[in-house]
């Protein structure tokens, strides 16, 4: 009898190990039992831009294709409220977290108490500053530095080295707007000539684009050669200016701008937007299967980096058809 209750016991270590959770940086996935699905919290940043509705569908539509059970929080811009939704997501005990940081700082205490809950947190398309790197498990995004430079050394190339440029800052303190405005400064330097005259946060939105823009015409009108745009939005919001104050976008002034959205290229076919460097929002399937190698045991890079490339106005119409998003 003594001894069918020590098999009893042996089978059911044996089960328990078998649940046991793999070992991921910035906390521990809970393996969800064989009824339990998958739960992800999804904390995203609002809905500013077209980019932004991309990387939602693409995220929201993998998390249904994969039998995921997806918590979705939008944030309307505000960290206060992915701090909440974080919170949320933890009381819940989800068993992944997926964030879009709003901003770069100001994290540290939600993303301790998720590690404390062995809840990993995967980054998307936003890195964060945080003192203790194990807060988080990886980040999967593009190079916003690497984009702002590719912007800046087109514009060179387009402008002999020479022009004065209005820039239109994404929103502020969020990494895509301080990286890509460091990465543009970086490829301007080597050219004296080549001038930022005034640049001013528009907040990743088309309304705030035009908005900016109609204040840096109202005030420099003669002098307006060029806008760099952190993104798609602002762009368009800025051409709809231009053309109202008859400037004649993509002709007598030069626009760049990043995200490579469906809205950029119908404005290069319309030849008024001149280039725009990819910023890859469909995240969904990478999303996942970095979760599905973690919950296997496996280890991931801390940055997974997604390869953009720079379409001109003169190739837009041949590319458009291919364009996902
Ligand atoms: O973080 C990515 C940026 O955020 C996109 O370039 C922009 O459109 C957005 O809202």
């Known amino acids: 009898m003594r001894?069918?209750?020590?098999v009893a016991l042996i089978a059911l270590m044996g089960c328990k190990s078998e649940?046991?959770?793999?070992?991921?940086?910035?906390?521990?996935?809970?393996?969800?039992?064989?009824?339990?699905?998958?739960?992800?919290?999804?904390?995203?940043?609002?809905?500013?831009?077209?980019?932004?509705?991309?990387?939602t569908k693409s995220i929201r539509g993998e998390a249904e294709k994969r039998g995921v059970d997806l918590k979705f929080a939008d944030a309307q811009g505000k960290q206060a409220q992915q701090i909440q939704a974080l919170t949320s997501f933890i009381a819940q005990k989800v068993d992944f977290i997926v964030l879009a940081p709003v901003v770069e700082t100001g994290w540290e205490v939600v993303l301790r108490q998720a590690k404390e809950a062995n809840i990993p947190v995967i980054l998307v398309d936003r890195g964060i500053k945080v003192s203790d790197d194990s807060?988080?498990?990886?980040?999967?995004?593009?190079?916003?530095?690497?984009?702002?430079?590719?912007?800046?050394?087109?514009?060179?190339?387009?402008?002999?080295?020479?022009?004065?440029?209005?820039?239109?800052?994404?929103?502020?303190?969020?990494?895509?707007?301080?990286?890509?405005?460091?990465?543009?400064?970086?490829?301007?330097?080597?050219?004296?000539?080549?001038?930022?005259?005034?640049?001013?946060?528009?907040?990743?939105?088309r309304a705030k684009g035009k908005e900016v823009m109609?204040?840096?015409?109202?005030?420099?009108?003669?002098?307006?050669?060029?806008?760099?745009?952190?993104?798609?939005?602002?762009?368009?919001?800025?051409?709809?200016?231009?053309?109202?104050?008859?400037?004649k976008p993509g002709?007598?002034?030069?626009?760049?701008?990043?995200?490579?959205?469906?809205?950029?290229?119908?404005?290069?076919?319309?030849?008024?937007?001149?280039?725009?460097?990819?910023?890859?929002?469909?995240?969904?399937?990478?999303?996942?299967d970095t979760i599905n190698k973690l919950r296997a045991g496996e280890k991931v890079e801390k940055f997974i980096q997604s390869k953009d490339q720079l379409f001109e106005k003169t190739s837009a119409a041949q590319v458009i058809g291919s364009r996902e998003y």
Not at 269 to 275: D, E, F, H, P, R
């Open 3 to 6: 001894w069918m209750w020590m």
């Open 19 to 55: 649940n046991k959770a793999p070992a991921a940086e910035g906390g521990t996935a809970a393996a969800p039992s064989a009824e339990k699905k998958l739960s992800v919290g999804f904390s995203q940043v609002g809905a500013e831009s077209a980019w932004r509705t991309a990387e």
């Open 135 to 205: 807060l988080y498990t990886t980040l999967i995004a593009s190079d916003f530095v690497a984009e702002g430079r590719m912007a800046a050394e087109w514009l060179a190339k387009q402008t002999n080295g020479k022009a004065n440029i209005y820039e239109l800052q994404g929103s502020t303190g969020a990494a895509p707007a301080i990286d890509r405005k460091k990465g543009f400064e970086e490829g301007i330097q080597q050219y004296p000539e080549m001038k930022i005259v005034k640049s001013q946060s528009a907040d990743f939105t």
């Open 214 to 247: 109609e204040a840096f015409i109202k005030s420099d009108r003669d002098q307006i050669q060029a806008v760099y745009a952190h993104n798609d939005d602002m762009a368009l919001g800025a051409i709809q200016a231009l053309d109202e104050a008859g400037m």
């Open 251 to 288: 002709e007598q002034v030069t626009v760049i701008s990043v995200d490579a959205v469906k809205g950029a290229f119908e404005a290069m076919v319309a030849g008024k937007l001149n280039a725009t460097v990819e910023c890859n929002p469909l995240m969904g399937p990478l999303v996942f």
